[in-house]
């Protein structure tokens, strides 16, 4: 049974896994402790800089690696993820600095509101990061999946500030491409016996914190079948996440759309004209791989080139680690055309 404008339906489907109908007929739950890791405003012993975005200060969950001194690049992971999908980019750090950070409200950095979950924060927060690394020099960005997403938005509003830009397989980077493709991403089957687990799970793990909620969102990460990503759907490759943002997850619908439900926003306003170089790699199982990069987001930029890798899918970053990174730092290392 596949349904159609499935984005509401599987934020709806989230919060259905997360607000447990124990807790409303009012059956006892199984309360656990320590399902997720502490986030640093829990434990002041993990590394962390404060940044102030929208208005709130807030720890993030932040480290660096290579010289001080090299050029900067800034990691931007996807959603239902944190900085550790993205750890295969440590290797760029022989002559590169690298920045890895769980965005706010994600990973193990620090919990925020709904108001402070806007794309014109999103875009404050990745220049308050590069104010702490590289306030004078344009940066690399390198993003994944929403990670890349966000990184167009942010070339696109902040060009000068960014030396090149790497996509990997973002989904549509404005409003007609997304509503244009959102079905060929999802597979909602209702009868799906993974997802009847999953929502069943909720009768003994309430989302009664955010801990419970991010242990459930994690849930998710294991069902092969909700998105059309994986080479081997009933075998997904395991993703490395310390603990997904699940309240953020529930919210990230709103940035893409109107008051009416329909999607209104462009990640890739002006890139035809910008000469900032870009990358975009697609893998050949996912939907949001080579092909769909190809038909659908190739044309909307002045300077880019695509990489296919074959043989993995949407979780390219620890299915083809090497591959991707001979790939990228080709990229890195090549000449310039600003």
Same mark, same amino acid.
């Given at each position: 049974m596949m349904l159609r404008n499935a984005w509401p339906l599987m934020a709806l489907l989230l919060l259905m896994h997360l607000c447990s $109908?124990?807790?409303?007929?009012?059956?006892?739950?199984?309360?656990?402790?320590?399902?997720?890791?502490?986030?640093?405003?829990?434990?002041?012993?993990?590394?962390?800089?404060?940044?102030?975005?929208?208005?709130?200060?807030?720890?993030v969950h932040y480290f660096a690696e290579g010289p001080a001194a090299a050029p900067v690049?800034?990691?931007?992971?996807?959603?239902?993820?944190?900085?550790?999908?993205?750890?295969?980019?440590?290797?760029?750090?022989?002559?590169?600095?690298v920045v890895f950070w769980d965005q706010r409200g994600n990973g193990l950095s620090e919990r925020i509101t709904a108001e402070e979950f806007t794309l014109a924060s999103i875009v404050?927060? =990745?220049?308050?990061?590069?104010?702490?690394?590289?306030?004078?020099?344009?940066?690399?960005? =390198? !993003?994944?999946?929403? !990670?890349?997403? @966000?990184?167009? $938005?942010?070339?696109?509003? +902040?060009p000068d500030d960014v030396e090149r830009a790497v996509l990997i397989e973002p989904a549509g980077l404005n409003g007609s491409i997304m509503a244009a493709t959102m079905d060929e991403m999802f597979h909602l089957d209702l009868l799906d016996t993974g997802l009847n687990e999953l929502l069943w799970s909720s009768e003994t793990i309430t989302a009664s914190s955010h801990a419970t909620m991010?242990?459930?969102a994690l849930q998710l990460l294991a069902n092969g079948r909700l998105l059309r990503y994986h080479c081997d759907p009933d075998h997904p490759t395991p993703w490395p996440v310390w603990?997904?943002?699940?309240q *953020?997850?529930?919210?990230?619908?709103?940035?893409?759309?109107?008051?009416?439900? +329909? @999607?209104?926003?462009?990640?890739?306003a002006?890139?035809?004209? $910008?000469?900032?170089? *870009?990358?975009?790699?697609?893998?050949? $199982?996912?939907?949001?791989?080579?092909?769909?990069?190809?038909?659908?987001?190739?044309?909307? @930029?002045?300077? *880019?080139?695509?990489?296919?890798?074959?043989?993995?899918?949407?979780?390219?970053?620890?299915?083809?680690?090497?591959e991707l990174l001979i790939i990228v730092r080709r990229f890195l290392d090549s000449p310039s055309p600003r």
């Open positions: $109908c124990a807790a409303l007929l009012g059956i006892d739950p199984i309360v656990t402790e320590d399902l997720v890791p502490p986030t640093v405003d829990e434990d002041p012993a993990l590394p962390s800089v404060t940044i102030e975005v929208a208005g709130r200060t807030r720890a690049v800034l990691i931007l992971h996807g959603s239902l993820s944190d900085s550790r999908s993205m750890l295969a980019f440590r290797a760029l750090a022989d002559t590169r600095r404050e927060e =990745i220049t308050a990061v590069k104010a702490l690394v590289s306030p004078d020099a344009p940066v690399t960005l =390198i !993003g994944h999946s929403f !990670g890349a997403m @966000f990184a167009s $938005c942010y070339l696109s509003q +902040r991010d242990y459930k603990r997904p943002g699940a *953020v997850e529930v919210w990230r619908p709103r940035l893409l759309t109107d008051q009416d439900g +329909r @999607f209104d926003y462009d990640f890739a002006g890139l035809a004209e $910008c000469r900032t170089p *870009v990358l975009l790699v697609g893998t050949d $199982c996912s939907a949001l791989g080579a092909k769909f990069q190809e038909d659908h987001h190739l044309a909307l @930029f002045g300077s *880019v080139e695509l990489k296919e890798i074959q043989g993995a899918g949407h979780r390219v970053t620890v299915e083809k680690p090497d």
